[in-house]
């Protein structure tokens, strides 16, 4: 732990530019809230402590993190990032604080670890990331003079001439924690375009005490405030997670359709195919084939799976299985090695065992099906009386005929075969026969008896 450090981290504003009911720092990118990313990266660096300053959906933000090792602040009317950083002051003690704002997500570690160690080195009282976008947009603009900074002034109260400069402020802050710094953030006054205590003013407090330092991936330190802006951090943050799958190994082949999820893994040598998307904490093996076009949501897959035009959720699929095209996998469905599972099959809460074959239009809902044994299409576990569900289980080797209705609780002994189109309502013992249905009548020259004369 770096005992010397505390981090806190704004995340009360209102995010009016988003127009949404849903606080900011919640909305989702790469499958996880905004602020998750922001909270990795911090912990990355071990401080002391994490405060978080919420406001605006405040219990929203905590309900979501609850649990986690974090010393959640309120804020109360959010009045700008300054007004939010005095908020915490008595949630911190150490030395040094990093403040972060909770809507900057795409920053690593690696550049806050920068910033803290150069802070550190130059012994100043303010530092904080600067880069230089190719749009500067609504950034706050960084004055330096003879190469010091001497302000930070925000696009709304710039000038033309400083609008044109192109180095912006992160709003990444390492400060050193000293009565001054308390002082200077309760003194701070509103007397600018947005009419905010802004934590920026910070910079001509500190009296020369003060280094921008310039961080080279301006990617990195985009902030979010409208849905434009979280678009284009999706597609940076998608951009990064491919990547970092096609260098382990992955073959991707066409990266601008296929979209992962934060926690992903998928190991080498396996094909996605465009059209996948990878959600949750979904883990692939090796040698597998996924998509085109399937949904995976956290779902298993073994080594050497095909999954093809499908939809799995809480699916563990076992090695050399294959599924789809059309398969619908729902939680609690597990596939076994080399087992099939064909067009329109739904499994929930089921397992098919190692080899067995369900190939076409079947439900199977809160079942266990043994190794080898055959579904045939069209069949259907009943598994539900209106009231509750009952369970099915399938021997091993068994043949189950088209079109069946299996009325659970009902048991097929081990290679029992159940004849197509039967409704099935008790046990089959092992190597029976099982017929229910109706026997088939004929009735010879019927319809020559019919013909007018
Ligand atoms: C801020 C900086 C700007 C910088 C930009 C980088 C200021 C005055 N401006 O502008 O110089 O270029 O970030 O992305 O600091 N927040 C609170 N309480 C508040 C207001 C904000 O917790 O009262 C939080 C927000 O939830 C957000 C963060 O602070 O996570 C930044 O606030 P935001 O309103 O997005 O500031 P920007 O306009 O982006
Ligand atoms: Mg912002």
């Known amino acids: 732990m770096n005992k010397g450090l505390d981090v806190v981290v704004l995340a009360a ?3 009016t530019r988003m127009r949404s009911r849903r606080p900011k720092v919640l909305h989702p ?4 809230p905004v602020l998750e990313h922001v909270l990795r990266a911090a912990e990355a660096l071990s401080p002391q402590r994490i405060a978080v300053v919420v406001g605006h959906g405040g219990e929203d933000v905590q309900a979501t993190f609850s649990g986690r090792a974090l010393t959640f602040v309120d804020q109360g009317e959010p009045l700008g990032t300054g007004h939010a950083l005095l908020a915490a002051r008595e949630a911190v003690t150490a030395e040094t604080l990093l403040v972060l704002p909770g809507d900057v997500p795409l920053l690593t570690s690696h550049a806050l670890e920068r910033l803290v160690t150069e802070h550190v080195r130059q012994q100043v009282d303010v530092s904080f990331l600067t880069f230089s976008p190719q749009e500067p947009g609504r950034y706050g603009r960084v004055v330096r003079e003879e190469g010091r900074v001497t302000r930070i002034v925000e696009a709304a109260d710039a000038t033309v001439e ?10 990444i802050f390492c400060l050193r924690n000293t009565p001054a710094l308390w002082e200077h953030l309760a003194g701070l006054s509103t007397s600018n375009a947005q009419g905010e205590y802004y934590l920026t003013d910070l910079v001509p407090a500190a009296q020369g005490r003060c280094h ?9 330190l985009r902030g979010i405030n409208d849905r434009r802006e979280l678009a284009l951090c999706e597609a940076m943050l998608q951009q990064r997670l491919l990547a970092n799958l096609m260098e382990a190994g992955v073959t991707i082949i066409n990266p601008g359709d296929t979209y992962v999820e934060l926690d992903v893994t998928v190991g080498e040598d396996t094909i996605l195919w465009p059209g996948t998307l990878l959600r949750g904490l979904t883990r692939i093996g090796r040698d597998c084939t996924v998509g085109p076009h399937s949904e995976l949501v956290d779902t298993q897959l073994a080594n050497g799976v095909w999954v093809r035009f499908s939809s799995l959720e809480g699916a563990w699929v076992g090695p050399e299985a294959r599924i789809g095209p059309f398969a619908h996998l729902r939680p609690g469905a597990r596939i076994g090695a080399r087992a099939r599972v064909g067009n329109f099959v739904e499994i929930k809460e089921a397992s098919l065992g190692e080899a067995a ?5 079947a439900y199977i809902g809160d079942a266990d099906i043994g190794p080898g044994a055959n579904i045939g299409a069209g069949t259907v576990t009943c598994n539900f009386d209106g009231r509750r569900k009952h369970r099915t289980t399938i021997g091993e080797g068994a043949f189950v005929g088209t079109h069946a209705s299996l009325v659970a609780p009902v048991s097929i002994g081990a290679h029992a075969v159940v004849a197509a189109g039967s409704v099935i309502t008790e046990d089959v013992p092992p190597y029976a026969l099982a017929l229910g249905r109706s026997r088939q009548v004929v009735k010879h020259d019927w319809v020559r008896g019919r013909e007018e004369p």
């Open 212 to 220: 921008g330092v310039p961080w080279p991936y301006p990617d990195q």
């Open 162 to 171: 400083e609008r044109s400069i192109n180095e912006v402020n992160s709003g």
């Open 29 to 32: 990118l790469g499958g996880q």
């Open 357 to 361: 074959k369900a190939g076409h239009l």
């Open 13 to 15: 504003g209102k995010g």
